[in-house]
């Protein structure tokens, strides 16, 4: 994967290091939902986050509703969860919830429409875009038909449906994808959602890759400011974004402004996380290599 696609998928995983002391962002599980966002790990980036709260609301059936399909479903997308350290494992996991999904719901059932996508995430996470792309454009079409053109869910189908096409190597064609999602995204949704910022830094990264690194600055720095207002200035994501901004400034050529980037970072992350925390540690590397840089 490229070093910008590693670095924008950590953003949006990490919880808000000012309200937690151990700075795992990790919160208490509602009543009766075997999992939360906040949980996830791999499989669980930006374009996954909204996708799962949306799933996740709508497990809670009406009173006197049995619940004893959807209780085994959110059993064994739990455990799907808990395999996402192993992609290969978890498309396992996923293609069984699909199968009881389709049994207790049908077809065109939200949710089984969600753990479609969730599944094509996972396909491309474990590393078969050819798949993914596949899923996502199938998921896409029923998403469309049954939700509508612009349902929070079909939005997100189209980013991961991008996102497939930037790891099977194409950001020619993942540009107008991202290009197109971004623009709805703000119509619908707001400069400020999950889902907006993640088709904006996702964008910025496909631009990166195809080489346009002034235009991938310039998005970023729209991420950025997004994200810290959306956020705030102390929020994990706001210092990862920071971070992942001085990378394209630094590929760009300007290593002075990258520098002063890099030192706003390490001493904010300093501040909230502690000096020995891992992203700390990352912070200082990203400085001293740039400094290094500078002096050659």
Not at 110 to 119: C, K, Y
Not at 207 to 221: I, P, S
Not at 268 to 281: A, K
């Amino acid at each position: 994967m490229n070093q910008w696609r590693r670095a924008a998928a950590s953003v949006h995983r990490e919880g808000d290091p000012s309200a937690a002391g151990s700075g795992s962002g990790t919160e208490s599980e509602p009543a009766g939902v075997p999992f939360t966002p906040g949980a996830l790990g791999p499989l669980g980036g930006p374009e996954v986050l909204p996708l799962m709260e949306r799933l996740i609301g709508r497990r809670h059936a009406p009173p006197g509703e049995d619940r004893t399909e959807a209780a085994a479903i959110d059993d064994e997308l739990a455990a799907a969860l808990e395999d996402d350290d192993d992609p290969a494992r978890a498309v396992v996991r996923y293609e069984r919830v699909l199968r009881m999904s389709r049994s207790a719901f049908g077809d065109d059932h939200p949710d089984t429409l969600a753990i479609r996508s969730l599944l094509a995430y996972a396909c491309k996470e474990s590393g078969d875009p050819a798949r993914a792309i596949a899923l996502f454009e199938s998921t896409l079409a029923d998403s469309v038909r049954i939700l509508g053109h612009d349902a929070p869910d079909t939005l997100s189908v189209r980013i991961g449906l991008a996102q497939a096409r930037l790891e099977a190597g194409d950001p020619a064609r993942a540009i107008p994808l991202f290009e197109s999602v971004l623009a709805d995204c703000v119509r619908v949704l707001g400069e400020d959602d999950t889902d907006t910022l993640t088709a904006r830094m996702s964008l910025a990264t496909a631009v990166a890759e195809a080489g346009d690194l002034e235009r991938a600055v310039t998005l970023f720095e729209d991420t950025l400011t997004s994200t810290a207002r959306a956020l705030g200035e102390d929020h994990a994501d706001t210092l990862m974004a920071r971070r992942i901004l001085a990378s394209f400034v630094e590929a760009s050529g300007d290593t002075n402004r990258a520098i002063a980037l890099y030192e706003r970072a390490l001493a904010d992350s300093v501040r909230l996380l502690g000096p020995g925390h891992p992203e700390t540690r990352e912070a200082r590397d990203d400085l001293a290599n740039a400094r290094w840089t500078q002096d050659i």
